[in-house]
């Protein structure tokens, strides 16, 4: 997964806002194309992005996925990511994999560039 070019994290209900985090840490850490989406709403439009080269992770139980959708990602080539564990858990490892992402692009993840540790306002 550390070749994949472009991350879209998905949720349902709670995992939503996990997904948006998951986006964020990535972005984050890795300098990586993420983005974050309620399941149905990628559907919609954002599958548009997937393709080879391009990973869905989705959030939760693959069993709640909407029907059809693992074979629509499959039709676009990209990679689809449903671990089936709780999303909190599964937080941790793309936590991990953001830590590695941006190890293998020469980059810190504990020191994101143009970030500072709080915001200062002017």
């Known amino acids: 997964m ?3 070019e472009q991350f879209t994290f998905l949720g349902q209900g709670w995992a939503y806002g996990i ?13 990586a194309w993420t983005e ?7 559907r919609h439009g954002p599958i548009s992005v ?3 080269g391009r990973v869905a992770w989705c959030f939760g139980d693959p069993a ?3 029907s059809g959708l693992a074979d629509d ?9 449903a671990l089936g564990r709780d999303p909190l858990a599964d937080l ?8 590695a992402l941006a190890s ?6 504990d020191r994101p560039r143009h970030l500072t540790r709080s915001v200062i306002l002017a």
């Open 2 to 4: 550390l070749e994949a």
């Open 73 to 81: 990602i499959a039709r676009t080539g990209g990679q689809l990511v």
């Open 36 to 42: 974050a989406y309620p399941v149905m709403e990628y």
């Open 92 to 99: 941790v490892v793309v936590h991990r994999l953001a830590a």
């Open 19 to 31: 997904a948006q985090e998951a986006a964020l840490k990535m972005r984050e850490a890795a300098s």
């Open 50 to 52: 997937t393709d080879p």
């Open 104 to 109: 293998a692009r020469g980059l810190d993840p």
């Open 64 to 66: 709640a996925l909407p």
